[in-house]
């Protein structure tokens, strides 16, 4: 089944503990991004990558980290959370940067 | 820089009456794409259309339509003979070419079917 699986789904952590979030996908999509939902907000991307080893910034990049070191996975990296991070997290994948986008089921990240 | 307003925050129906939720784009590019996606309560997000620019033909599946009007820079989305399965969170978006593949979402609108 074509999917993109993120874990965990949720998530409570302590502001300044590290976590990371992974992303997978079995699409062999190239385009991978991040994004935050947030009430009243909709949703913003954090970083998106258009290929292996290439990523960028997007909306609200400050305070995230990710890498892309196989097609497959994106993983998302908080290095020092703070609680404004607290957040609905998804992760999508397409098969180009202009195609319809596939999202993993979501993860809610509490910082306390 | 791109934009999408879904003015609407929340809409409340009734069963079987039709709804329209509204969707107003700004963009510079003349190649773009503009999508819907669900979002039911269960909160995974649920991929609905992709339309491009250059095709301003209105589509229909099954009780769902959508209205693409590049004059009045709007994507409207109508579902007739509503369910209470329909209620969700529908969001709009907009990817363009030079939007640096950034997919730009509105604010989204809360729809609520009642009984």
């Known amino acids: 089944e074509a999917q993109v699986t993120q874990n965990p789904r949720y998530l409570i952590t302590v502001t300044g503990k590290k976590l990371t979030v992974t992303c997978s996908q079995n699409m062999n999509h190239e385009y991978m991004s991040w994004y935050r939902q947030d009430p009243g907000l909709g949703l913003r991307q954090i970083y998106y990558s258009m290929n292996v080893e290439v990523t960028d910034k997007g909306d609200v990049p400050e305070g995230y980290k990710v890498s892309r070191k196989e097609k497959r996975n994106f993983p998302l990296i908080l290095e020092s959370p703070s609680p404004n991070q607290t957040s609905l997290y998804f992760c999508?994948?397409?098969?180009?940067?202009?195609?319809?986008?596939?999202f993993g089921q979501g993860t809610r990240l509490t910082v306390v | 820089a791109q934009k999408v307003t879904q003015a609407q925050t929340e809409i409340s129906v009734v069963e079987k009456e039709d709804v329209t939720l509204d969707c107003v784009y700004e963009t510079r590019d003349t190649t773009y794409y503009l999508f819907w996606y669900k979002q039911p309560p269960s909160g995974e997000l649920v991929f609905l259309i992709r339309?491009?620019?250059?095709?301003?033909q209105n589509e229909i599946s099954g009780r769902y339509s959508w209205n693409f009007q590049k004059s009045t820079s709007s994507f409207n989305f109508t579902i007739t003979a509503s369910q209470v399965v329909d209620s969700a969170v529908y969001f709009c978006a907009l990817i363009s070419t030079g939007g640096g593949n950034k997919l730009t979402f509105g604010t989204g609108t809360q729809l609520k079917v009642e009984l």
């Open positions: 999508a994948s397409s098969f180009q940067g202009l195609a319809e986008a596939f």
């Open positions: 339309r491009n620019s250059f095709d301003e």
